[in-house]
């Protein structure tokens, strides 16, 4: 049960809801990052209040993109902030464990950009950071992090702040086999089927299909109410919004810039290969060693690549790609 070879102290309650939800972490919800977070939640609620509860993953190098939040029985829209240096972000930065309220009586929550209802100060608070293994012997990389939150004092015992501990753990392994996998790909040889990259373009196509989901849901509701039913009216104004949205999502995409795309497509599937990895700013011997070629070779491909970008440096480069990648 526990994270490495030591095993997990939590009583034997704690154990067995654990337990379960490994079994069911691992089986129903490594598909789904919502489903994930939201049984996650709903399983450290089973060991203490939780009030306020979020995931949060750092982007960039100063931001914190936060997909799922909860407070107080209300789902809460996915946000975005640029954290600050006094917060918890950069406390788990700098610390690398968990943050507990009674550490400094929420000086650093407070410090930080306020979550759930701003109008109620949480009284305590456990936020656990999350890593992902660190690459040729490099320390583990802090990628995101887990906070439950409680309107009451004294929520967190230490059995319930090792159990959310665990949680965290077990969620950002999941996500690390993910981004593991998607690198996998990345590293394909020439001539192989190209890397199944996460662009701009794909989450358009995603969010479009998930609200025309949504639009037939709306039309199956309008189709089983009265006539005279106000409710029908509503529906069938959120058919039109879903609509709308989904035309204005294939318009934003006319405005982007497709500079980065352009460029990256033509690079060869070898030099694609050589610039993603570039993006993780890799050595030229570790790119070799990766794709099975010399570093003469690495050499070359590098030479080839930044003359067909313009560009005067590998970093540079790789900034471009990530404007490719985030297309």
């Not at 000086?107 to 949480?122: E, I």
């Not at 656990?128 to 967190?156: H, K, T, W």
């Not at 570039?278 to 070629?293: C, F, P, S």
């Amino acid at each position: 049960m526990g994270l490495g070879d030591k095993m997990l102290r939590v009583d034997a309650e704690t154990a067995i809801i654990l337990r379960e939800a490994y079994y069911k972490i691992e089986t129903l919800y490594r598909a789904s990052h919502y489903g994930l977070y939201d049984y996650v939640r709903a399983v450290a609620a089973k060991i203490a209040r939780v009030d306020t509860f979020y995931v949060g993953f750092l982007h960039g190098s100063d931001r914190v993109r936060y997909p799922y939040g909860y407070e107080s029985g209300q789902y809460d829209d996915p946000a975005s902030h640029i954290y600050g240096p006094n917060g918890q972000t950069a406390w788990l930065l700098n610390h690398r464990q968990t943050y507990r309220f009674a550490y400094d009586n929420g000086a650093v929550l407070q410090a930080g950009v306020p979550c759930g209802d701003v109008d109620r100060r949480s009284e305590d608070a456990v936020t656990v950071p999350m890593f992902r293994p660190g690459r040729g012997g490099a320390p583990d990389q802090l990628f995101g992090m887990m906070s439950m939150q409680s309107y009451e004092p004294n929520s967190y015992d230490d059995n319930a702040v090792r159990a959310f501990e665990w949680l965290a753990g077990t969620t950002a392994r999941v996500l690390t086999r993910e981004a593991e996998d998607r690198e996998a790909l990345q590293l394909l040889p020439a001539g192989a089927e190209s890397p199944n990259v996460l662009t701009s373009d794909s989450v358009m196509e995603y969010l479009s299909g998930r609200i025309a989901v949504l639009r037939t849901l709306a039309n199956e509701a309008v189709q089983s109410t009265a006539p005279d039913d106000p409710l029908r009216d509503l529906l069938t104004k959120l058919i039109k919004e879903a609509e709308q949205t989904q035309s204005e999502l294939i318009e934003m995409m006319l405005d982007a810039d497709d500079g980065p795309e352009h460029r990256f497509a033509l690079l060869t599937p070898t030099q694609q290969s050589v610039a993603l990895l570039l993006v993780e700013d890799a050595g030229n011997t570790r790119i070799a060693d990766e794709l099975g070629i010399t570093v003469n070779t690495v050499k070359s491909h590098l030479s080839t690549i930044l003359s067909k970008y313009g560009l005067a440096s590998r970093s540079e480069v790789a900034a471009d790609v990530r404007r490719y990648l985030a297309r």
